[in-house]
């Protein structure tokens, strides 16, 4: 499985979330993006062609030629609108022949006129994970810099 998103933050998060989730598992997850070393870099990539890794998350890196998967059955793409047409056009060339799944927490209208027309399947998720905690808004007056005030009494 290759999890691709279009940030290093997101990366990261994601990385870190598959690798609390796995724990009890025998699973190899693998993170390919810029904090990244060039060495480590090829490694994931060594492990990625030999079948080693079960997953990796990456950025635009894991569309790269450098990137050969022994055997991806799926992809997650993570917020597909923010990628490129270039991304886009090898995200494609993949389509034909591993699963894909796209993530989005803001459909564009485009992507959400084809999933209500039934050209693209979409699946909502509704209920909020068991241990989500709310959103708590803090409102704060904003205060005006001192140089601002200063220049508008002069």
């Given at each position: 499985m290759?999890?691709?998103?279009?940030?290093?933050?997101?990366t990261?998060?994601?990385?870190?979330?598959?690798?609390?989730?796995?724990?009890?598992?025998?699973?190899q997850?693998?993170l390919?993006?810029?904090f990244?070393?060039?060495?480590?870099?090829?490694?994931?990539?060594?492990?990625?062609?030999?079948?080693?890794?079960?997953?990796v998350?990456?950025?635009?890196?894991?569309?790269s030629?450098?990137?050969?998967?022994?055997?991806?059955?799926?992809l997650?793409?993570?917020?597909?609108?923010?990628?490129?047409?270039?991304?886009?056009?090898?995200?494609?060339?993949?389509?034909?022949?591993?699963?894909?799944?796209?993530?989005?927490?803001?459909?564009?209208p485009?992507?959400?006129y084809m999933?209500?027309?039934?050209?693209?399947e979409?699946?909502?998720?509704?209920?909020?994970?068991p241990?989500?905690?709310?959103?708590?808004p803090?409102?704060?007056?904003?205060?005006?810099?001192?140089?601002?005030?200063?220049?508008?009494?002069?």
């Amino acid at each position: 499985m290759a999890l691709l998103a279009p940030t290093t933050i997101l990366t990261q998060q994601h990385y870190h979330t598959l690798k609390e989730r796995f724990v009890p598992y025998p699973m190899q997850i693998g993170l390919l993006n810029r904090f990244r070393s060039a060495e480590e870099c090829k490694d994931i990539q060594k492990r990625l062609q030999t079948g080693e890794l079960d997953i990796v998350v990456g950025t635009h890196q894991l569309l790269s030629k450098q990137v050969n998967f022994r055997d991806l059955g799926l992809l997650v793409i993570d917020e597909e609108q923010r990628f490129g047409v270039n991304q886009k056009e090898k995200i494609k060339a993949l389509k034909t022949q591993v699963d894909v799944l796209t993530l989005s927490a803001t459909p564009i209208p485009r992507t959400l006129y084809m999933a209500l027309s039934g050209v693209r399947e979409m699946s909502l998720i509704t209920t909020p994970p068991p241990a989500r905690r709310p959103i708590k808004p803090i409102w704060r007056p904003m205060m005006s810099k001192p140089s601002a005030v200063r220049s508008a009494k002069n």
